[in-house]
Structure formats: C-alpha cells, structure tokens
C-alpha cells in the first residue's frame, strides 16, 4: 500500500520542519509538498491554471492546515480545497483550543482539529483517522459538540450557514490586517466603488459600525491572528 500524500501548510519554516520530520519518520506517511500561507496551498493541492507544479502530478491525499496563515486562512484555504477537490482530506491545526474556530474548521470540511500543543502525540493518528473517513477530535472539542448538539436540540435550530460570502470573509481579513480600500482593490483586481460597497454590505450584515469592531470580529472568527 502506498504511503499517504500530505501537503503541510504553515506560515512558520521551523513549525513546518518539525511536523515534517513526526510525518515522514512514519513508514505509511509521506510529505510531498509545503506550503507558506493558505493560498499557496490551494494551488498546490488542486492545481493552478498551468496545472499542478512539477512533482505534484500524483496529487496529494491529505492537506494539514495551520489555521491562522496570511493571504488565506487555513479555514478559507479548506473550504476552497473542499469545493474544488472534494476528495482530498483536510484537518485543522491549531494552537487555540477554541470552540467557535473548531465549528468554522469542520463546516469548512476538515476532517479533525489538531491543537499544536499535543501535535506530536495526536497528528500521527489524526493523519490515519482522516484516511479512514473517520473524524479526529480531541477531547474537549468532542465535549464542545455534544454540548453544542445538545443546546440546538433544545432550542430547535439547525446548524446556522456562514453569514458572509467568501469574498466579503476575504475583505474582511483584508480590512483587519490593515489595508486601505484601494490596496485592497488592487489586491483582488477589483475598483475601490466595489471595495466600499462590500464593505458596507459587511457592517450591516454584522451589525457593526467601524473597522474596529469588524476587526474584533476577525480575530474572533479565526480570520487573522491576534
């Protein structure tokens, strides 16, 4: 049986380097390709338009996300993983033990949430879980889950949908790292009319006044690091 192809993606070369070597000292684990941020890891996993990069044309099996990486979020880079190669396995690592990012993490598609204070214990057996079709979670997210089913069973809801659009979530990031309107337009090809518009459209789908509080709201949902 061949070994499991994983992409790992984290902003930091030393946290990657380590990952890299608990990963690949396992004979049925095999890391075939790294990536600096969220976007660069949905272009090695699903391809860019020229393709997959040279030494990537067998895929990969599993993609590990850091979650809080710039340009993309590993919840972002996730969802966008799932909608274009919905057979690749994602998991989440994470050094927040945080409920609300450990909800965003499976409705993005991953497959478990790994903290990075227990990696080298739990990373090896969350890495086989996922290729099992078999979640990985650790154990106050299982009591996060049972709590939050048990709540929404009481209260009859559902699980709620995302209440921004990708792209007003990547306008946001955008606006809490810092940038103007027109950095941001030029970031996304887009005018700084459009840039305006969304964000507006965002303040008063959340509520909110400034970029303050939509700040607030970022690092809350895992959008930017604190």
């Not at 299982?142 to 809801?157: C, K, M, N, P, S």
């Not at 606006?175 to 459209?201: C, F, P, Q």
Request: charged content about 30%; some cysteine.
């Amino acid at each position: 049986m061949s070994a499991t192809r994983i992409l790992l993606a984290d902003d930091h070369s030393l946290v990657r380097r380590g990952l890299r070597l608990i990963l690949d000292a396992e004979p049925d684990l095999l890391v075939v390709a790294e990536a600096a941020d969220g976007e660069e890891a949905v272009e090695l996993a699903t391809g860019s338009p020229g393709g997959l990069r040279p030494g990537l044309e067998g895929g990969v099996d599993l993609v590990i996300l850091d979650i809080a990486m710039p340009r993309m979020t590993g919840i972002q880079a996730a969802r966008e993983i799932s909608r274009r190669a919905p057979h690749i396995r994602i998991l989440i690592l994470s050094m927040y033990d945080n409920e609300q990012y450990f909800f965003e993490a499976l409705k993005a598609g991953a497959s478990g949430y790994v903290l990075k204070s227990v990696a080298d214990r739990d990373l090896i057996e969350a890495c086989r879980a996922a290729m099992r079709g078999e979640p990985f979670l650790y154990p106050g997210a299982v009591t996060a889950l049972i709590r939050d089913f048990l709540q929404r069973e009481r209260d009859g809801d559902g699980i709620p949908d995302r209440i921004l659009t990708p792209r007003e979530e990547q306008i946001t990031k955008l606006i809490a790292e810092g940038n103007s309107a027109k950095e941001i337009a030029e970031s996304l090809t887009i005018s700084v009319k459009t840039v305006d518009r969304h964000r507006a459209n965002i303040l008063q789908k959340l509520g909110m006044r400034d970029r303050l509080e939509l700040t607030r709201f970022a690092i809350r949902t895992g959008l930017v690091e604190p």
